[in-house]
């Protein structure tokens, strides 16, 4: 296989690895709001914590996303991670777009953003290599 092949497959690998960990960060997130919603509807939670569960959905969602797109991209694990933060956070905001009246931004997109990326780093940088079996020292003579 030539250089350009190898570069063209390890894009098409990665974008791939990002739009698959974007979409299942946009999964939990939206699953983890609903809960936070029930939530608040039973009782359990008070109306003020609407930002916090945010923020936990967010990091979550991100987290497990860029769990998935550093396991299949794991050359650069660190922006897999980052990556699939911000196309979770793109897409919060094409869905936003859609159901809403508009783009406002204000403090609950810069904690969307930030929970994002944050969760997209942490999965980055936790998702470590796999290591080998670890050789024995040489014995000295």
Do not use: H, Y
């Amino acid at each position: 296989m030539r250089k350009a092949e190898a570069q063209g497959a390890n894009a098409v690998q990665m974008v791939t690895a990002v739009a698959l960990g974007g979409l299942l960060a946009l999964g939990i997130e939206l699953t983890v709001l609903l809960l936070g919603a029930a939530a608040v509807s039973n009782g359990i939670l008070k109306e003020d914590a609407a930002i916090q569960v945010t923020a936990a959905a967010c990091v979550l969602g991100c987290l497990a996303g860029g769990l998935l797109a550093c396991s299949r991209w794991s050359s650069r694990r660190l922006l897999a991670g980052l990556a699939t933060g911000a196309v979770c956070c793109l897409l919060i905001v094409a869905v936003g777009l859609l159901m809403g009246d508009g783009f406002q931004f204000g403090a609950q997109a810069l904690i969307e953003l930030a929970g994002c990326l944050c969760g997209g780093a942490v999965a980055g940088l936790f998702s470590g290599r796999k290591r080998g079996k670890k050789r024995a020292p040489a014995k000295k003579k």
